[in-house]
């Protein structure tokens, strides 16, 4: 079928665009005019036809009948008005000119350039209406010649005239050909760009719902169409519009809305209104997600992120005190934030270093990089210094095919919390110091650097000043390390904060297990506030999840806690200042060990703290 369909008023017309088109099967040309140009035309579209031409009156009448095509108007070129204009100063005596305004105009010009002396007579006509009393004005002004398109020069001739229709030359039919191709050009052009949108739109997997400013529907994809095709009447997509109507009309969105679209079928559906350039609505959208699919994603997202180990999970809102101490340790911290300088963190076990660590990368500009941490007391030497690293393929024996990437490159763009940095060997201090100061790390058994872009945390429960003056942790690197320092009070500088601990172990664990504790009492509270915690926050809260589990009533007594702090406390019962806390680690170990049978995990958990800082601790005991 072709593509572009001329529509001309007259044979001679119609005979030379078939010339001029010989052999183009992307053209077809229809001799029709008036009314009988407009079916031609609504019959060309329906076979296929992609751009009309047409001219004159029929023109008109095409463009109001068949708006939904490009139509090209096909205009008299200054040549046809001149054949036209000669032919009539050979056959006949006074000329008169009927038709638009741009033909008058036209014909105006071409009698100053022939420098006319007798100018024809000019009648203008707006309409296919006028024509009859165009010819009649032309005719009392004394024209026995009337120029005009096809139908004026007919209705001339039947009243005894001279009739001379202008026709359309080479010229105009060429360029109103090259016209149409442009036009056809730029709707196939428009075509594909609609149909890869319409594919792009349909291959999501949400549904998505846009209306005009009319709130008239504009688009809705397959994945709409099926979620509200789940309801077994037209509610829940009628539902949805009303809500999109007001979104648009309140110039605002909302996010996350559940939306009940059958019984059992809920959607979680986000409402946006659309906006031009210039700020004004033109439209909103609806996009439409099952609550099932969302909840899969959203499950299947967390165990990645939490497989990958790669996000940071705690915020400086995650960190409470009431403690001017550990306030200032905050502020710090926040202030930290803000610089790429490394940080050091410094605390007891279990005051919350970790905590820190995540809250200062979350609060600095590469909060949307990865955060890596590594537990340098709890991986074996040989197996951190290939974690951190990685290595080349066949670095040694079982080394993964292609090689391995190192924390270090997963950290790139982000942050590298190294907890208990204190524990590194100095083969991999030395290693640690070039990565910190050259930003670029060499795998095991390869010679090409890559460069890095991280952030250094570091964190340590011991002291490294003392550290270095014996010998055991080189001066360079920490001094490297030492640039930014946070000190984490311990839990017994802060009692202050016990009870607000308190409150959110006891809530967590009501979360975790289904129970219904409200609190502890005040005298529980007051033998919680006299320990001395040496296993900080971590003991506190192993504590607090055994005394919730254990509670028999919805108040936690003070005989439970006494019952759950006896190895912690004199035989009298009453708590008393703990002497050093070598001394009180190691009892403690001792009769944590005692109770659980000699099971390490049981006795690091008894006691609030790590498995990797109890083997530790063992290695110094013994």
């Known amino acids: ?38 079916k031609a035309a609504r019959a060309a579209v329906g076979r296929g036809a992609r751009v009309l031409i047409s001219r004159g ?9 068949v708006p939904q095509i490009p139509l090209v108007e096909l205009e008299y070129s200054g040549y046809d008005i001149l054949r036209a204009y000669l032919e009539a100063k050979q056959h006949c005596g006074s000329i008169a000119f009927v038709s638009s305004q741009s033909i008058i105009d036209g014909v105006g010009s071409i009698e100053d350039i022939l420098e006319v002396t007798e100018e024809s007579i000019k009648v203008v006509i707006d309409s296919f209406q006028d024509y009859a009393q165009g010819i009649e004005q032309a005719a009392e002004a004394g024209a026995v010649c009337i120029i005009g398109n096809q139908a004026i020069s007919h209705q001339a001739a039947a009243r005894g005239l001279c009739g001379i229709a202008i026709e359309s030359g080479n010229e105009a039919l060429s360029r109103a050909l090259l016209t149409a191709r442009h036009l056809l050009a730029v709707e196939q052009l428009r075509e594909a760009n609609t149909q890869q949108i319409e594919t792009i739109v349909n291959a999501v997997d949400y549904g998505i719902l846009a209306i005009d400013s009319q709130s008239g529907i504009t688009t809705v994809n397959r994945e709409a169409d099926r979620i509200l095709g789940l309801a077994s009447d037209k509610t829940a997509k009628e ?48 996009t439409l997600q099952e609550l099932r699919h969302f909840q899969a994603v959203e499950r299947k997202t967390r165990e990645e992120l939490a497989r990958r180990g790669r996000v940071a999970k705690h915020s400086f809102l995650d960190i409470k005190s009431s403690s001017p101490a550990m306030c200032a340790a905050i502020a710090d911290a926040k202030r930290f934030a803000e610089y790429e300088a490394t940080v ?30 590594v537990n340098c007391a709890a991986i074996p030497e040989n197996i951190l210094e290939s974690e951190l690293f990685g290595y080349a393929e066949g670095a040694f024996t079982g080394a993964k095919r292609g090689g391995k990437t190192g924390l270090f490159e997963q950290a790139h763009g982000g942050t590298i919390f190294l907890d208990e940095i204190g524990e590194m060997s100095e083969n991999l201090q030395a290693r640690l110091l070039r990565v910190i100061q050259e930003h670029e790390v060499y795998r095991l058994g390869d010679d090409r650097i890559t460069p890095v872009d991280i952030r250094v945390i570091a964190a340590t429960n011991r002291d490294l000043y003392k550290m270095v003056q014996l010998g055991k942790f080189r001066e360079d690197l920490y001094y490297r390390l030492d640039v930014l320092t946070v000190e984490i009070p311990p839990l017994r500088e802060r009692k202050t904060d016990i009870e607000i601990f308190v409150g959110l172990f006891v809530a967590e664990c009501n979360a975790k297990y ?6 502890v009492e005040h005298e529980g509270l007051e033998l919680l506030r006299h320990h001395d915690w040496p296993g900080n926050i971590r003991e506190l809260h192993n504590i607090i999840e055994r005394l919730v589990v254990q509670a028999a009533g919805d108040i936690i007594t003070a005989g439970e806690v006494r019952r759950v702090l006896k190895n912690r406390l004199p035989a009298g019962g009453q708590p008393v200042a703990a002497p050093l806390s070598r001394k009180v680690d190691e009892a403690a170990i001792r009769q944590a060990l005692v109770e659980t049978d000699g099971n390490k995990q049981q006795a690091a958990e008894l006691l609030g703290i790590g498995r990797a800082t109890l ?3 063992l290695k110094k005991i013994q």
């Open 57 to 65: 009156f029929t023109y008109n009448m095409i463009a109001k009948e």
């Open 239 to 286: 539902n949805v519009l009303a809500k999109l109507c007001q979104c648009m009309e309140a110039g605002s969105h909302q996010v996350g809305t559940i939306e009940k679209i059958a019984p059992g079928v809920e959607a979680v559906v986000n409402y946006q209104a659309i906006f031009s350039s210039d700020g004004l609505v033109v439209g909103g959208i609806a």
């Open 344 to 373: 050091l963190i410094l605390g007891e076990t279990g005051a919350g270093k970790e905590y820190f660590a995540h809250a200062i990368h979350l609060a600095s500009s590469r909060k949307n990089g990865p955060f890596v941490a």
């Open 1 to 38: 079928m072709a593509n572009i369909v001329f529509v001309v008023p007259s044979k001679e017309a119609a005979a030379l665009a078939a010339k001029l088109t010989l052999n183009n099967q992307d053209v077809e040309i229809v001799s029709a005019r008036l009314n009988e140009g407009v």
């Open 615 to 617: 083997w530790r601790k």
């Open 514 to 519: 289904r129970t219904a504790v409200q609190g």
